[in-house]
C-alpha cells in the first residue's frame, strides 16, 4: 500500500464525494455509525456548547449529534461537498444546525469558536492532514476536546481489501496506473498519527485501534457496496463481463464463508482522541 505517492487534490476529494453521495446514503452510512457513536462518547456532549463535525457525509451522524447534545448547544457541520450536505439538510431540519460547504484544510470560522469538534473516516483522505489537525486546533477553545477516526491497518480490513484483492486476482484495472497515495496511511502506525496531532498543537493525544465489524449478515448483502461505489463502477464498465461477474461470485462467497464459521466482516478502525490545553469536565 503506497503511503508515499501523491495525495489528492482539493479538486479531486471535491469531484469523488459528490459523486460518491447517493450510494454513501444508500450503503454506507448506518454501517459508519458504530464508530460515530464512539466518537461522540469521547466528546462529552453534556458539557460542549459550540460543536463542529467536520465531513458530516450525508448527516447519520449529525443527526445522532443533533439528538445527544445539550438542546442550548450550537451545532455546525462542514462538507466539501454540497451534494452530501443536501443529504445531510433532510436529515437534520433544524434551525440551530448550521451546514456549510468548505474544505476542512481551510475552515471558514474564527480561531477559538468551537469547544468541540469531531470528524470520522476525512482525515486520511485529505490533501494534508496535519493542515486538518492545525486548522482544528485553531478553531478550538482552550479546554476543549477533537476526536477522529481513520482506516486502521489494510491486513484488518477485508471489507475494504476484498475487492481490490480480486481484482487483483482477476487482471481488472481498477486505477489508471498513476500511483495514489493508500488510504490506510495514517492507521499503519498509530503512534506517528498521535504524534501528528501533538505537533498540530494538541496537549494530549489518545491513540488506539479498534475493531469495528461491517453489519452485513451475507454475501448478498455486503458485495451491493463495493459494487456501487462510483470509482469501482467506472472501472468494472471497463471490463470484461465474465470476469466482473466471477468477481461478484469470488466476494459473495469469501463472505459467506466467513460467516457461516461465525466471523463478522472485519474493518478496523484507528481512533484518536485529542485535547487542547486540559479538560476537567
Not at 471489507?159 to 498513476?178: D, P, V
Not at 496531532?197 to 451491493?224: I, M
Request: glycine letters at 6%; a neutral charge; charged letters at 20%.
Amino acid at each position: 500500500h503506497n503511503t508515499m505517492a501523491a495525495p489528492p487534490s482539493e479538486e479531486t476529494l471535491k469531484t469523488l464525494w459528490t459523486k460518491f453521495a447517493t450510494a454513501w446514503e444508500k450503503s454506507y452510512e448506518m454501517m459508519m455509525l458504530q464508530n460515530t457513536t464512539t466518537i461522540l462518547s469521547w466528546l462529552k456532549l453534556s458539557t460542549a456548547t459550540a460543536i463542529l463535525e467536520v465531513a458530516p457525509g450525508t448527516g447519520g451522524g449529525l443527526r445522532l449529534c443533533n439528538f445527544l447534545k445539550l438542546k442550548e448547544a450550537k451545532l455546525t457541520a462542514i462538507d466539501i461537498s454540497s451534494s452530501m450536505l443536501s443529504y445531510a439538510s433532510q436529515k437534520v431540519n433544524d434551525p440551530s444546525v448550521s451546514l456549510v460547504e468548505g474544505n476542512a484544510e481551510k475552515l471558514p470560522f474564527a480561531d477559538k469558536s468551537f469547544d468541540r469538534y469531531y470528524s470520522a473516516y476525512c482525515l486520511h483522505l485529505v490533501t494534508d492532514p496535519d493542515q486538518m489537525l492545525r486548522e482544528a486546533y485553531r478553531v478550538l477553545q482552550d479546554d476543549a476536546i477533537a476526536v477522529y477516526c481513520v482506516w486502521g491497518r489494510a491486513e484488518n480490513c477485508p471489507q475494504i481489501t476484498l475487492f481490490g484483492k480480486y481484482c487483483a486476482e482477476l487482471g481488472i484495472q481498477l486505477s489508471s496506473g498513476e500511483p495514489v497515495r493508500s488510504n490506510f496511511h495514517l492507521g499503519v502506525d498509530l503512534e506517528s498519527t498521535r504524534q501528528r496531532a501533538l505537533r498540530a498543537g494538541f496537549n494530549t493525544a489518545l491513540a488506539w485501534y479498534s475493531s469495528a465489524p461491517v453489519p452485513v449478515l451475507s454475501g448478498e448483502d455486503y458485495v451491493v457496496r463495493p459494487f456501487s461505489t462510483p470509482s469501482n463502477l467506472e472501472a468494472l464498465a471497463k471490463a470484461d463481463p465474465a470476469k466482473v461477474a466471477e468477481l461478484r461470485r469470488k466476494i459473495v462467497q469469501t463472505v459467506d464463508d466467513m460467516i457461516s464459521k461465525g466471523t463478522p466482516l472485519g474493518m478496523e478502525v484507528l481512533f484518536l482522541v485529542c485535547v487542547k490545553g486540559s479538560f476537567s469536565n
